[in-house]
């Protein structure tokens, strides 16, 4: 599911520009570092996991196909570099993406079968929450919220 830019040409300098994107998604992809694969294999698990009804026990409502691609997708969205989150299944069948660095300094992003992102931040005292429809791209405002759990000190 991984995706990349997909130049569109018919040229040979087209044609050489799209093998070369290739290669370097592929490359990004599979880097440790850089790449998102520890993410995709833990959602992986998650949603085998998760996606029959009362996965939980007590009722929980299965994870959706739609939900599982949808959370594919936000992390394929992250910006290279950016810290993976962790990953929880809801009982209303949503998945959380979860960045987190201390009790009291955690991001929560909540994503729907219906492509909505619901995050609930916390920083110390304070709190940040809100709903951002996702079209394949993450907001500034939840980027600016997983940069900040990341690099502010406690």
């Not at 994107?21 to 992809?29: A, G, K, T, V």
Request: net charge negative.
């Amino acid at each position: 599911m991984a995706t990349s830019t997909r130049i569109i040409g018919s040229s040979d300098t087209a044609n050489y520009l799209e093998k070369i994107n290739q290669n370097n998604s592929r490359y990004f992809f599979e880097s440790v570092t850089l790449g998102k694969q520890s993410a995709y294999k833990d959602l992986i698990e998650l949603w085998d996991e998760c996606k029959i009804k009362n996965w939980d026990g007590y009722n929980a409502f299965p994870v959706q196909e739609k939900t599982f691609k949808n959370t594919w997708y936000v992390i394929d969205a992250l910006p290279l570099g950016c810290p993976l989150p962790s990953f929880g299944a809801e009982p209303d069948g949503h998945i959380t993406l979860e960045w987190y660095r201390h009790p009291r300094w955690i991001l929560s992003v909540s994503v729907s079968p219906e492509g909505y992102l619901y995050y609930a931040a916390l920083f110390g005292d304070s709190s940040i929450k809100g709903t951002d429809t996702f079209l394949g791209n993450l907001s500034e405002t939840i980027l600016n919220l997983i940069e900040r759990i990341n690099i502010k000190k406690i």
